[in-house]
């Protein structure tokens, strides 16, 4: 499994319509992001940034997001939220994968202990 972080700055004029659109997503885009391969998302909001989790069941995010991106809905879905990014491009913003480019520097641990 990949676990990844974006960071992605949204135009201030377009925070509410970004939060609501994600409160209550389309159906067909939750189906298109699993279809995917993508197995869990959390997103956060801090002043104008997005602060996108999610996890890639295969460990390919590459694979998994060329999939999502040849859906017709995640094409919709770009041209609806893309214009309220800042920045160029459609997806603007520095992906992480937490394993490679981030270094943990503390882990509780699945059985309490930190290691």
Same mark, same amino acid.
């Given at each position: ?54 996890? !890639? ?13 040849? #859906?017709?809905? !995640?094409?919709?879905?770009?041209? #609806? ?22 270094? #943990? ?11």
């Amino acid at each position: 499994m990949e676990r990844l972080l974006m960071v992605i700055k949204v135009k201030p004029e377009m925070r509410n319509a970004y939060i609501a659109i994600h409160q209550n997503p389309w159906p067909e885009m939750l189906k298109a992001i699993r279809d995917a391969g993508f197995i869990n998302e959390l997103i956060w909001y801090f002043e104008d940034q997005s602060i996108i989790y999610f996890e !890639c069941e295969d460990g390919d995010y590459e694979a998994a997001n060329e999939r999502l991106r040849a #859906t017709e809905v !995640c094409k919709k879905w770009d041209l #609806t939220v893309g214009a309220w990014f800042a920045g160029e491009g459609v997806m603007p913003g520095k992906i992480f994968e937490l394993n490679r480019d981030l270094a #943990t520097s503390f882990s509780l641990g699945a059985d309490g202990d930190a290691p």
